[in-house]
């Protein structure tokens, strides 16, 4: 019989001892990958919280969260060689042990230091069964589960927005499954999940728009399948 170790394939999609701990991390650096808009970025920060703290080498939450912002999806068996391959492409990172406050115990601040010398902050919990959501964007509350293909825009309080938005998308045949808003001071975030992906030709012009700060289509399930 063949004797399996730690970091071995269990089942189908997943490669690593705990769902919550290896696949969720995992998925929550896929996703806050796919947040940061794909700008060249030298360094990562990962800031541990709660469980993810105080486990997260035994779990191999380190080379999960390493493996997700390199792009590796949880079921690659490159995610046990996540250190190595960050060493090849150039990539700096860290771990440290920090409070996020009334969070799920599963979480993770991960920030990117771009080469243009920006950052970007993601915050995502692992909330079992290889689920995550994430719930903060550069200290703008979300909730983004990468259960749908998913528009988050964030711009200053203006008139038209969802209204502009969601005209595009009923009008090219698109059903939106969700749309949530959250404002802290002048700033505006909004979120809207698609009941299927949209095409490129009816995103773009959406993403184009000078009056967002930051706008990002999320769709990793069709990366994913």
Same mark, same amino acid.
């Given at each position: 019989?063949?004797?399996?170790?730690?970091?071995?394939?269990? @089942?189908?999609?997943?490669? @690593?001892?705990?769902? !919550?701990?290896?696949?969720?991390?995992?998925?929550?650096?896929?996703?806050?990958?796919?947040?940061?808009?794909?700008?060249?970025?030298?360094?990562v920060?990962f800031?541990?919280?709660g469980?993810?703290?105080?486990?997260?080498?035994?779990h191999?939450?380190?080379?999960?969260?390493?493996? @997700?912002?390199?792009? *590796?999806?949880?079921?690659?068996?490159?995610l046990? #060689? !996540?250190?190595?391959?960050?060493?090849?492409?150039?990539? =700096?990172?860290?771990?440290?042990?920090a409070?996020?406050?009334?969070?799920?115990p /599963?979480?993770?601040?991960?920030?990117?230091?771009?080469? /243009?010398?920006?950052?970007?902050?993601?915050?995502?919990?692992? *909330?079992? @069964?290889? /689920?995550?959501?994430?719930?903060?964007?550069?200290d703008?509350?979300?909730?983004?589960?990468?259960?749908?293909?998913?528009?988050?825009?964030?711009?200053? =309080?203006?008139?038209?927005?969802?209204?502009?938005? !969601? !005209?595009?998308?009923?009008?090219? #045949?698109?059903n939106?499954e969700?749309?949530?808003?959250?404002?802290?001071d002048?700033?505006?975030?909004?979120?809207?999940?698609?009941?299927?992906?949209?095409?490129? =030709?009816?995103?773009?012009?959406?993403?184009?728009?000078?009056?967002?700060?930051?706008?990002?289509?999320? #769709?990793?399930?069709?990366?994913?399948?």
């Amino acid at each position: 019989m063949k004797k399996f170790k730690a970091f071995d394939v269990v @089942g189908p999609i997943m490669v @690593g001892p705990s769902s !919550s701990h290896t696949a969720g991390a995992c998925r929550i650096g896929n996703a806050a990958l796919a947040i940061s808009g794909g700008d060249p970025f030298h360094k990562v920060q990962f800031r541990l919280h709660g469980s993810f703290a105080s486990t997260y080498i035994g779990h191999g939450t380190d080379m999960a969260l390493v493996a @997700g912002v390199l792009g *590796i999806l949880p079921h690659d068996e490159r995610l046990r #060689d !996540s250190f190595a391959i960050a060493k090849e492409r150039g990539l =700096e990172y860290s771990f440290e042990k920090a409070d996020l406050g009334d969070r799920h115990p /599963n979480s993770v601040e991960i920030i990117f230091h771009y080469d /243009n010398g920006g950052h970007l902050s993601v915050i995502g919990s692992s *909330i079992g @069964g290889g /689920n995550m959501v994430i719930v903060a964007i550069n200290d703008i509350e979300v909730e983004f589960k990468n259960e749908f293909p998913t528009l988050i825009l964030q711009y200053p =309080e203006q008139k038209g927005v969802i209204s502009y938005v !969601s !005209s595009i998308l009923s009008d090219n #045949d698109y059903n939106i499954e969700t749309a949530v808003t959250k404002k802290i001071d002048d700033t505006v975030t909004l979120v809207i999940e698609t009941t299927e992906s949209v095409k490129p =030709e009816i995103m773009e012009p959406i993403l184009a728009q000078e009056r967002f700060d930051f706008a990002k289509y999320i #769709d990793i399930k069709k990366k994913e399948a």
